[in-house]
């Protein structure tokens, strides 16, 4: 791939639009990780949902959720879908007359081109499929956006000693011929790596701790927090050893970068240490700094 060693794992500048990739609904930590960028990032403009359901449950979750933390200014739309997904956990939890209106992604993605932005962040929590899906549309525009160029992503997924040798991390799993894609054509992808987030030190984000945010968090702003503390408890349910790496990725400056590294990937998304693809690597994450940073934040929500 074509990746630029000086490009560094944040902007030089926040100053430029941001967009989500999530299957929020789930697990807790898309949730958590969505909340934080509405909170502290106020140039989020999109979050498009990914591994989406027929009924789009997952952008109905993210509408409102951002609703209640009164980010009306963010669109949302609904990302593609990748089958019969068992990754949801947030039944009862989503008014019934939340609406997402109709959109595409493409769509949107020009209009923030056409608004003088020079670069986007995008930060993928879940799989790549959206972000491949507008790398290809672009590349048969006849006007294209330059989106190789344009998009600076973060994910979250992939890794070098993945605890299962025999099978690429979740969202490298759900849609390997998207990260083949996305690293491939994208100039600018930084990866979190799997190998930092569930790892033994991920007892600091164990439900329980979020939970204990979010409610003293909730005596401020009841029905922020008392939604995501109950989609906590579901998740936890389903997956007792669910970690809350999203996150994490969302704010990679926290945590440290090996720098551009260079790896084989699989078909079948697996990464192995070797040459062939390029990209700066997650080296490892502060999980008491970034626990002691997101308790912050949500200890100053203003009522």
């Known amino acids: 791939m074509t990746c630029n060693p000086t490009w560094p794992p944040l902007p030089a500048s926040l100053d430029t639009p941001s967009v989500v990739f999530t299957d929020i609904g789930g ?14 990032d106020p140039q989020l403009a999109l979050v498009d ?12 979750s993210a509408r409102h959720l951002l609703d209640v933390l009164a980010r009306s200014d963010v669109r949302v739309v609904a990302g593609l879908s990748l089958g019969a997904s068992g990754y949801w956990a947030a039944d009862g939890l989503v008014p ?7 959109g595409d992604l493409y769509d949107v993605m020009s209009e923030l ?8 962040r995008c930060l993928s929590l879940g799989p790549l499929t959206d972000i491949a899906r507008l790398l290809v549309t672009d590349a048969h525009r006849s006007a294209p956006l330059d989106s190789e160029r344009l998009l600076r992503v973060t994910a979250m997924g992939g890794a070098l000693n993945y ?8 969202n490298w799993r759900m849609n390997p011929a998207s990260v ?11 990866l979190v790596l799997s190998d930092h987030t569930p790892s033994t030190r991920s007892r600091y984000l164990r439900p329980r701790r979020c939970i204990g945010c979010w409610t003293r968090c909730r005596e401020r702003r009841r029905s922020c927090c008392g939604s995501i503390t109950t989609s906590s408890s579901v998740a936890s349910t ?7 790496p999203s996150p994490r990725a969302s704010c990679w400056g926290r945590g440290s970068c090996r720098g551009v590294g260079e790896f084989e990937l699989r078909r079948d998304g697996r990464m192995r240490e070797g040459p062939g693809t390029r990209a700066w690597l997650s080296d490892g994450v502060d999980y008491t700094l970034f626990m002691a940073w997101m308790e912050q934040i949500f200890r100053d929500v203003p009522q």
């Open 180 to 190: 083949q894609t996305v690293l491939a054509e994208t100039e600018h992808v930084a």
């Open 163 to 170: 605890r299962n040798p025999e099978r690429a991390g979740h």
């Open 49 to 60: 949902t990914v591994d989406e359901y027929p009924d789009h449950r997952r952008a109905r």
């Open 96 to 102: 019934a007359d939340i609406e997402v209106p109709p």
């Open 27 to 40: 697990d807790v930590d898309d949730a958590a990780a969505l909340v934080l960028m509405a909170i502290t």
């Open 238 to 244: 389903i997956r007792a050893s669910s970690t809350t």
């Open 113 to 120: 081109c056409e608004a003088g932005s020079k670069s986007v």
